[in-house]
């Protein structure tokens, strides 16, 4: 890869190359740009509820394991033995009371710190320092309202400062209720195309819906063809998007009768914490920068963890009211398990795209053609109601403000 990132990616001009998501060199190079310096999304608070409650997870491409320490804090740290590299624990989650290498049998504490080596008198004569060889600790871990968040940048922006207007937007899905809980284990699945095409999509394409996902709605039972598609879409200098109908409609839930009753009588609480124009209105698809995204309306967040220039592993979880009945719980997780998951109808077709486009691009000329993302350029600005900038639903200028996040990280090096 000889060219400039900026000859490739011109967010002013509304054109993306399509080298960015094949390149290996650039997907090497996001790694480290781009995932080795944002905030990236590690856990929900009750994923891991209890005291030595841990899970595995990546940040970019790197394993790590979150562990909740008996303070209640949450730690975060290389999932890699400091003797070989050996992978330190190797479940999905478990509760320790410290990890030990499975391959020489390094013992490390909850918080990463190593404390205890077999043969360390008669093998290592008492020279080893384990102070200096606990596991790589990701140096800034926070806490915004049950989402824990990690960083590999030991400076620069808080979480708070790094969403910036975005948090107005989460707060509509991490602050609805008054106590969250993540409702079942995770879907987990592969999918072949670039970490990008999907978080771009989330922060900026209601576009596609009406095409791509018109039998699902039809399905669904939604009156798209007449519903209010007139909306918004927040965009942000730091990559992050938003986009969200005015109207109600079109709805992609269907709770059934008990948990829809549920949520109309709690509609009120909702407005109270959150104002009515953000618990009514603000319900749509979204991206927090590089590759966390949520969906309101159907209460489902996920990452999409890069894995190589033409793959990802996609993780969804459904956020639950902690506070509802069983039964409304069992029918939200239902909900979004049959819309966005690996088997949900809309997530279907999205996936179908996002790969059908990756192996367009294996085409020698296919793979160096540019793509346009031109619309609604100039048409954004101040919105009296909501934060940030604003334009209509139908744009691509949260799209322009990814990649233009995108290629400030990407020249700024490692
Ligand atoms: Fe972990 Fe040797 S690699 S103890
Ligand atoms: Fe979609």
């Not at 330190?88 to 404390?115: I, M, P, Q």
């Not at 598609?229 to 409609?249: E, I, N, V």
């Not at 104002?275 to 698809?285: L, S």
């Not at 690996?342 to 085409?363: H, M, P, R, T, Y």
Request: aromatic fraction near 12%; charge should be negative.
């Amino acid at each position: 890869m000889t060219k400039k990132y900026s000859d490739l990616v011109d967010p002013d001009e509304g054109q993306i190359s399509a080298l960015i998501y094949a390149d290996e060199d650039i997907y090497d190079q996001e790694m480290r740009s781009i995932f080795g310096t944002s905030w990236l999304f590690l856990a929900h608070e009750s994923m891991i509820p209890k005291k030595g409650d841990y899970l595995t997870t990546t940040m970019g491409d790197d394993p790590v394991v979150v562990v909740r320490q008996s303070s209640g804090e949450f730690v975060a740290f290389m999932n890699q033995c400091r003797h070989r590299g050996m992978r330190l624990c190797r479940s999905d989650e478990g509760n320790a009371k410290a990890f030990t290498c499975s391959y020489h049998g390094w013992v490390y504490d909850l918080s990463g710190k190593l404390v205890q080596v077999p043969h360390e008198e008669d093998g290592y004569l008492g020279a080893l320092n384990k102070e200096k060889l606990g596991a790589q600790r990701v140096p800034r871990v926070t806490n915004y309202k049950g989402f824990i968040f990690g960083t590999w940048s030991e400076e620069g922006p808080t979480f708070e400062e790094y969403l910036g207007d975005m948090a107005w937007y989460f707060d509509s899905f991490a602050d609805r209720w008054q106590h969250n809980e993540v409702l079942g284990a995770p879907n987990r699945w592969i999918i072949d195309c670039n970490w990008k095409f999907p978080a771009e999509q989330f922060a900026t394409d209601v576009y596609h819906a009406e095409t791509s996902h018109i039998s699902a709605l039809i399905a669904q039972g939604g009156d798209w063809v007449n519903a209010d598609t007139r909306g918004l879409q927040f965009s942000s200098p730091g990559g992050h998007g938003t986009g969200f109908y005015l109207d109600d409609a079109p709805d992609m839930t269907d709770y059934g009768p008990v948990a829809s009753e549920y949520r109309a009588a709690i509609r009120q609480t909702e407005i109270e914490r959150l104002g009515e124009t953000r618990a009514v209105h603000v319900r749509g698809h979204n991206t927090i920068f590089p590759n966390f995204s949520f969906l309101v309306g159907t209460n489902t967040f996920r990452i999409w963890q890069p894995r190589g220039p033409h793959s990802i592993e996609v993780m969804t979880w459904t956020l639950g009211d902690a506070d509802a009945p069983a039964e409304v719980k069992d029918a939200m997780r239902r909900n979004a398990l049959r819309t966005f998951s690996a088997g949900g109808i809309f997530e279907a077709e999205d996936g179908e795209n996002w790969s059908e486009i990756q192996g367009v691009l294996k085409g020698s000329r296919a793979g160096r053609s540019s793509f346009n993302f031109t619309m609604g350029r100039g048409a954004a600005g101040h919105h009296d109601d909501f934060p940030g900038r604003i334009g209509n639903i139908y744009s691509e200028e949260a799209g322009r403000s990814f990649y233009r996040r995108w290629l400030e990280l990407m020249e700024k090096g490692d």
